[in-house]
């Protein structure tokens, strides 16, 4: 296929034959799967399924988060044409990759939403296929992690974020996106002595034994430094790789429902991503992009960029191991 191709090539979303390869219709028409991947409900054979959690209960501030899915597919449009920069492989041509599409809850019952979301990702696991969860606020990345820790056990976490999320809460029904992993740790499905928090920019008394890589450390000693610690902490252990979107300075991601000062750039993550080739991630998920408060759609893009370096970080272990 080549860019001429855009001639005939439309919806792809519905009307590509197969999962793996680049897609070459005009970004700005079709349907917006991400990636131009294939929209099916049917994993036989997929290696990596997309899927949206368009959920923002559990918000501090802006509100939002539920169009973050839709937003990041329609950014991804601009990528499809070629390998992912920087990789030594072609994730879209090498794996077979699916969007499944946007998890179905009833709004009205929140309280149902945890265990609806463990079931969607238990689901994607049993058919064989590691999950990239397109969010959402961050309280998503709990149930999540407890559909993978019923097959990995104990799994170690690297969360790119603003925020540690640890914050003290012992109701483990409460629904709240600053709590959750204090409730992961405490219910033991994260094991935080080989788990991260990369990019934290706000006070947090008790972090539970996770190790913080501070927005600062990463600027005063750079990425590859960050990497390499990284890298060290986490071992060959099973790993889930969270982004909150806010991980990002506001200048690079303001569509996020708390934004805050002194952030990673993009750049930094970019190369950070790249250079975790080889961790033993299983899943991962970008959440917490704000649409309606970032009209350029620079957050957005910034989300559909992250999502992408999760498919290749799944992709090279998956080729690798």
């Known amino acids: 296929m080549a860019l001429e191709d855009a001639k005939t090539q439309v919806d792809q979303a519905f009307t590509r034959d197969d999962l793996k390869g680049p897609s070459f219709e005009n970004a700005f028409g079709g349907a917006t799967s991400f990636l131009r991947r294939r929209y099916t409900k049917d994993l036989t054979g997929v290696d990596i399924a997309v899927t949206g959690v368009p959920f923002d209960q559990a918000v501090t501030n802006r509100t939002g988060t539920r169009l973050g899915p839709r937003a990041i597919r329609e950014a991804s449009s601009l990528q499809p044409y070629d390998p992912p920069y920087g990789w030594d492989f072609d994730v879209l041509s090498e794996c077979a990759i699916a969007d499944y599409g946007d998890m179905a809850f009833d709004y009205g019952h929140t309280s149902q939403f945890p265990a609806t979301l463990t079931k969607h990702i238990k689901g994607i696991l049993d058919a064989g296929a590691a999950s990239v969860v397109l969010g959402g606020d961050h309280y998503i990345s709990f149930p999540i992690l407890k559909a993978y820790a019923e097959k990995y056990g104990p799994i170690s976490l690297l969360q790119f974020d603003a925020h540690s999320d640890t914050w003290p809460d012992d109701d483990m029904d409460r629904i ?146």
């Not at 970008?286 to 992408?308: C, L, N, W």
């Open 176 to 321: 709240d996106h600053g709590t959750m992993f204090y409730k992961a740790v405490k219910s033991g499905i994260v094991d935080p002595a080989t788990s991260l928090q990369v990019g934290i920019r706000t006070t947090n008394p008790d972090t539970l034994g996770v190790t913080t890589i501070d927005a600062r450390e990463v600027h005063e000693k750079g990425p590859q430094a960050a990497v390499t610690k990284i890298k060290q902490i986490l071992g060959d252990r099973p790993c889930y790789l969270t982004f909150d979107i806010d991980a990002l300075d506001p200048a690079f991601a303001p569509g996020t429902g708390t934004p805050v000062w002194g952030g990673l750039t993009s750049a930094q993550c970019a190369i950070m991503l790249r250079d975790l080739a080889g961790i033993n991630i299983v899943g991962g998920d970008v959440v917490e992009v704000s649409p309606p408060f970032d009209t350029t759609g620079a957050t957005a893009i910034a989300g559909a960029h992250v999502a992408t370096e999760i498919l290749c970080l799944l992709g090279w272990r998956m080729r690798n191991r």
